[in-house]
Structures are given as structure tokens and as C-alpha cells.
């Protein structure tokens, strides 16, 4: 048990971030910042070894940034949460202390309220294909999804999303069960974060949402403390809780993605070719990180089935039971759409319905 911890510490950069701090993730070069007119600190949580299977794109994005702006701008990048967690380092982009961090959205909805709407069950239709294409559409940029962060300081940068993908409901092996509908929950505890939608996602089923720190995961699957999640394949993985599963099911209710945000006052006091430099470079790296993430979790799914995982991808009329069940249309949803907006809820739907 020792050596578990030992080994997922390396992964999670908690007790590493002082080292890391030393050695930042992306190599800088000391000429080319002294050369660069303007400068970008980005911060983000993910350690070298998370990186590999939860693609953020940040390095390529470095590369191409740096490239476009011709050496004028330089990306100064900080991984695994050198620069504090995923809840210290939006304020830290707010004060100005620095320009811009990656936070995975559902962690955005402290900031941003408007988030809890993407974290609907069923929203896109269980699509991930849907779910890419409301990210590209010009309607994001154009909605409380961009204008209400700018009320608060952030500007949202379209194309760094680094999305992982649709969640999966995975099961210990412990409990030794494969889920396909949702009474097959019944007896079953789901970790849930602490987003009070996923609570009331698992609320819907006979299963029993305990919320337990992400931190604190193995151990409660180990323990018998919780018997399942719902979590991209990709952070399964970067974290080694794949190592206490039995099964694994493509339940596709809600998306894994993420939001990268700069300091809006200093994105719009730079020069217009350098903020197209920046939003040419993200449009670029959203399509690097599309094809990676896509290899990976290929890779991640041929290693799962290989350590003995049952993989169940629900039929047509499975994932129509689910969605009756859990999806955002039923009324126990309505206190939460009014409360996160309804407008923007309605604006989605729609936007959904012509993108799928």
C-alpha cells in the first residue's frame, strides 16, 4: 500500500510541486525571454506523467504562440501545480499575478456559475462528436459561456479546451459488477465530486452519491469506501485508479473538458497582431489536441482490456433508459436551470439539436 501511494504521488504532484517548482515542465529558454516583448506565465495542475495520457495541448500551444508572434511573445509554462491548485490559480489570473491557467470546467463553475449548464446530463445527446462541435461553434464565444467570465476578470480562449472526453462510469473490482442500466446502481456508491449537478445526477438513480476528495479516490475504491465513478479514461489513468477497476461503461452522460483563461485587461492591452497570434496558435493546438487525446485513449482502452477490464458500451435502447432516467429535460432539473440559466440552457438545446 506504501508503495501505491508512493508511486501515485509522482502523478498527482501534490508532495512534488517543490521540486517541480525547480524544474518546470516546458523547458524555457533564458535568450528567447529576454528577447520577447511580451510575456505570458500560464500555470496548469497536470504533472509530466498526467500529461501524457490527458492531452492539454499547452506545449504545442507554446510552440505555436512563440511561432506566430514571430519570438515577440514568449509562453512562460508552469505544470503540476507549481503555481498553486486548480482553485488558487483563476484568482491568481484575475489579480494579474499571472496571464493564464487551464482549469477543467466543471472547477470553472465557482467563476463562472454558467458552466453547471454543460454538466447537464445528456445535453449532447450523449454525442461526444456533438459535444466537439458545440465547442467549435461561434455560439460559445458568443454566450454567457464567454461573456459572463469577462465580467470577472477572464477571457476565455477558444480552442485550448483539452478535452478528454466523455466520462465513463467505472466500477471497483471489488464490487464486481458491469454496469448497463441505472437500477443496476442499486446498492452501488458513486464518488461524486463536489458539483452539485453530478450529486443530483446520481440522486436520480438507486445509487448513493458519496463525495469524496479526487485526492482521496484510490484508497475509498480499495477501502470499499465508494464503488464507482463517473470520470474520463484519461484521468483514470494518470492517476492509477484504473489498477482498482472491473469494469468500465461508456455511459456518455457529461463531458471531461477543460477551459483555458487569461487576464482579460492584458490580453486587450496587447497589440492586435500578438492577441492573433495567440488565438491562431489555440485554434491550432484544439486540433493537435483532438488527434493526440484520440491515440491515447485508444492506447488507454487496448491497456485496460488487456489488465482485465470489462468495457460496456450501452445499446440504443440502454442509453435511452438512462437518459429517461438522469437527463436534463426531466422537471427535477428545473431549479437548476433557473438557478444557472435558463436562457443559456434553451440557447444550448438548440444549438445542440442543430449540430447533431
Known sequence: MKT???????????????????????PRSAKAKSRAEFKMMLGYSFSPAAEKVMITAIPKFKELAEKHSKGRLFVDVYGGGVLGDQNVMPQKVQQGVIQATQISMQNFTQF???????DFPYLFNGSPKTFERFLEDPFFMHSALAREPESKGFRVLPGMWANLGMRALCVSRKKDLAVHLPSDLKGVKVRVTASKVEQQAFALTPGSPVSINWGETYQALQQGACDALNVAIGALTAFKINETLGSCTFIDMSPNAHVTILNKAWYDGLPADIRRAIDRAALEAWEYQKAEQKKVNDQISAQWKSQGIKFVHNTPQERKTWIEAVGHQRPEWNQWKDRYGRDLYNQIVKVVEKLS
Not at 12 to 24: C, I, N, V
Not at 112 to 118: E, G
Request: aromatic share 6%.
Open 4 to 26: 501505491d501511494r508512493k508511486r501515485r504521488s509522482l502523478v498527482l504532484g501534490g508532495a512534488a510541486a517543490a521540486s517541480l517548482a525547480t524544474l518546470p515542465f516546458v
Open 112 to 118: 463562472s456559475p454558467s458552466y453547471n449548464v454543460l
